[in-house]
């Protein structure tokens, strides 16, 4: 099969645009072509920042479990299995409203964000000055004014709870 891409002219236009534009910030790029995977660029030595993609990921480990049929208090796994009984012993959620919802939480309300919360308050500027052992405990005591499975908000809590979830019970 012939090559669709010439990889050094992309190379070489790709380098000379991150040096020109270097608020693009290009950590890595990669080409699948034939099969075959092309490093183009790759910064070893910089932190790469994997953000919303943490979303997928927790998604496509939820999918391998409900496959795999791994247990919680001994039923397999669903999209239908509640969260609340895995993270209960590990945070003290002082807001009696957040805990009558937090309870009401399954595996699919994670993964539809339809948790309850407002919008988004749990990216990197909202959390930068709180101790990353008491993560949960800001999330699950943030105020969540609505009823789960009613609306949805984009937020980062969903994949955080999930890995308490996976790290606490399934791991």
Known sequence: MEK????????????KLSKTLPSLNIDSIYIEQNEEI???IYRDNK??????????????AIGIAIDRKMKVSGKAISLDT???PVIEKI???????NLLKIKKWTIRTLLTHTTG????????????????????????????PYEPNERYAYNNVEPFVFSVFFKKHLI
């Open 91 to 97: 945070v003290d959620i002082r807001n009696e409203d």
């Open 117 to 144: 919360y407002e919008s988004q308050m749990m990216s990197e500027k909202y959390i930068e000055n709180i101790d990353e052992n008491k993560l949960l405990d800001y999330a699950l005591n943030y105020d969540i």
């Open 82 to 84: 509640e969260i609340y």
């Open 38 to 40: 092309e490093k183009i």
């Open 47 to 60: 932190l790469h920042e994997l953000r919303s993609c943490s979303k997928l990921l927790v998604s496509m």
């Open 4 to 15: 669709i891409i010439n990889i050094e002219v992309l190379k070489n236009n790709i380098e």
